[in-house]
């Protein structure tokens, strides 16, 4: 049975729980307006937790975007449809969202690689709703904020996982909604050819010197970390586990990057071609990682262990 549930975060503040890929935890924030953060939970969670404080999805004035995943955006376009909300996104989100072809392209799968059909087969399977083009209304700046009643959220620019990736902080309440810096036990997830392993550190640890109360995961059941700064050492810290099991795989002999991934690294029970993609786009920025470092170099096309 389904235990998807609304999490109190702070007054006017909940999270609806989406949990895992292909959810997201869905951060809805009460005030003047019905400002809704990554509607990708179960849209019957979010009508059920709106149905309780005598709204509907109707209500929702505003959907805030975090960044151009499927996962994260699943919803926007319906909820626009029923509410005609506004939908505000940064500045590279926003185009994406408007033209779903520029989307495909941005994660990877222009029409030139042949996993595109299967990932957009499961894109529509288990997150329906997420290629349709919608529009953007308003663009987010890093730093923009917008008060809410008792809440003030503010924009601050994380990429790394995707270029686009940004986090909402919580002014009152002294939080922040973390979106794919989300403190799992998987670790960062940069499986895109624009995914940088740098930057997503740089995010992190931008994290981690701020003084929050809490983080909030976009993809954790129990969604707030209080004490994030071990949280956010130990999720970091998958990044080195993997890069140490991509050199030993080299250093073994693997001598390219179909080789490293036919033991795979990041996703251990691969079966799916569309995660073999994934695992691909991440093993390939760990190779180049380990070239940036000096511990491989590539000759004749051949990775080669120093
Ligand atoms: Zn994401």
Not at 232 to 258: F, K, M, N, P, T
């Amino acid at each position: 049975m389904e235990t998807t549930t609304h999490y109190e975060l702070a007054d006017d503040s909940y999270v609806i729980i989406g949990g895992a890929f292909p959810r997201c935890n869905t951060l809805v924030v009460m005030g003047d307006e019905t400002i809704v953060v990554d509607p990708g939970c179960a849209i019957e969670e979010l009508r059920r937790f709106l149905n309780g404080i005598d709204l509907s999805l109707n209500d929702i004035d505003t959907i805030v975007l975090s960044h151009i995943h499927p996962d994260h955006i699943v919803h926007a376009t319906r909820i626009h449809r029923l509410s005609r909300c506004r939908i505000a996104a940064n500045d590279i989100t926003a185009p994406l969202f408007n033209d779903k072809e520029k989307m495909k392209e941005f994660l990877g799968f222009s029409r030139s690689n042949p996993v595109r059909p299967l990932w957009e087969r499961l894109v529509n399977e288990k997150m329906y709703g997420a290629l349709d083009d919608g529009r953007c209304d308003e663009i987010l700046s890093n730093g923009d904020k917008f008060s809410n009643g008792n809440t003030t959220l503010r924009v601050l620019y994380t990429p790394g996982h995707t270029p686009d990736h940004m986090c909402i902080e919580l002014l009152e309440p002294n939080l922040v909604f973390g979106a794919d810096i989300d403190l799992t036990e998987f670790g960062p997830y940069y499986g895109h050819p624009n995914s940088s392993i740098d930057e997503f550190r740089n995010s992190i640890r931008l994290l981690k010197e701020k003084e929050y109360t809490g983080i909030v995961s976009g993809h954790l059941p129990n969604p707030l970390v209080t004490d994030y700064s071990g949280a956010l050492d130990a999720y970091e810290h998958q990044i080195d586990l993997r890069e140490d099991l991509v050199l030993l795989a080299i250093q073994d002999g693997a001598r390219s990057i179909q080789e490293v991934t036919g033991n795979p690294i990041i996703y251990p029970s691969l079966t799916d071609p569309v995660f073999l993609q994934f695992e691909t786009w991440m093993i390939e920025h760990h190779v180049k990682s380990l070239e940036k470092r000096g511990f491989i170099v590539r000759r004749n096309e051949h990775l080669i262990a120093l």
